[in-house]
């Protein structure tokens, strides 16, 4: 009988590391191997040694071409039922577009889109009914995010895609979930040059990522197309469809611009 697998990317930090717990507890059912997939191989590693689950390590770029050929290589070799895939691995660059590197703004579209695509359309062969994939939008994906336009839109594009494939898959038994939570504490915010943007932008406050992670898992399971894991989202949400897009943003703004009085007020 072919092994049931979940393949987790971005698995050597934050949420994929979190899914990669959380399966291994047995949160998506039996498992017989979890694949995780990141560039650090030694990191992947030291988590592949704390799983009592196999597993196997691809060290992967996945702003690379060649490394979809090595997964389905992998997949073609080993035949095996594709119960979980997660597609985690991503980044953002907080700041005005213009001030954002040419190499940062493609690496985001290629992993943050290109990456999805590929790695759904590798695994999706692979999958039958009951087999889940969640593929991490965020909010931003949700809410347009000014000063975060390409990460921005590039999760507008993760949520978009995930729903019509989700719809086009219907009475396969297979589903397809966009995440998309808030701020959480993860290597996402942790890089140098995180600007003071990204930390207005905190102003929403984080989520847990054990919950939100528990979250998706649940919503999957249902079927669901799309998981906010935070109430105050689901409403921002709610509020941001009935606003014109320039009104939403300039409310953002507002928003933003209470946060340097709070900021200050909290110090004193
Ligand atoms: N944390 C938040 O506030 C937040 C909120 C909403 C949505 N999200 C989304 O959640 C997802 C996970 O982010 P996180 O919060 O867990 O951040 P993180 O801790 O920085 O994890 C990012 C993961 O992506 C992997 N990665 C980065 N570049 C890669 C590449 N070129 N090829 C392969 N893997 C790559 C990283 O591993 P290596 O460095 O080892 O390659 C790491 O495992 C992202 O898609 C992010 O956009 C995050």
């Known amino acids: 009988m072919a092994k049931s697998i979940a393949i987790v990317t971005g698995a050597s930090s934050g949420v994929g590391r979190e899914f990669v717990r959380q399966f291994d507890q047995g949160a998506g059912g039996p498992l017989d191997e979890i694949w995780l997939i990141a560039r650090r ?4 590693e030291d988590i592949a040694a704390t799983c009592k689950t196999a597993t196997r390590v691809l060290a992967l770029d996945l702003t690379d071409e060649a490394s979809f050929e090595t997964i389905s290589a992998e997949l073609d070799r080993e035949q095996p039922r594709v119960q979980w895939l997660v597609n985690s691995a991503g980044f953002g660059k907080f700041g005005d577009f213009n001030t954002i ?8 579209v290629k992993l943050n889109c290109l990456a999805v695509v590929e790695s759904c359309y590798r695994v999706l062969p692979h999958m039958g009914p009951g087999s889940r994939i969640i593929n991490l939008a965020s909010i931003a ?6 000063r975060l336009s390409v990460y921005s839109a590039t999760k507008s594009f993760v949520l978009e895609f995930s729903r019509t494939v989700d719809h086009e898959l219907h009475g396969t038994g297979i589903h397809i979930t966009a995440l998309c939570p808030k701020f959480m504490h993860t290597g996402f915010l942790d890089k140098p040059n995180d600007s003071e943007v990204a930390r207005k932008m905190c102003v929403i406050g984080f989520s847990p990522v054990d919950k939100v992670v528990r979250k998706a898992i649940h919503a999957a399971v249902l079927g669901r197309a799309l998981c906010i894991p935070s109430a105050d989202m689901w409403a921002a949400h709610i509020i941001t469809k009935l606003l014109p897009s320039n009104v939403s943003m300039e409310l953002e703004d507002m928003f933003m611009g209470m946060w340097e009085p709070m900021r200050t007020a909290d110090r004193r």
Not at 41 to 44: D, I
Not at 101 to 108: F, I, S, V
């Open 41 to 44: 191989r030694e990191v992947l």
């Open 101 to 108: 590197g040419e190499k940062d703004t493609r690496d985001m």
């Open 141 to 146: 994906g949700v809410i347009p995010q000014p």
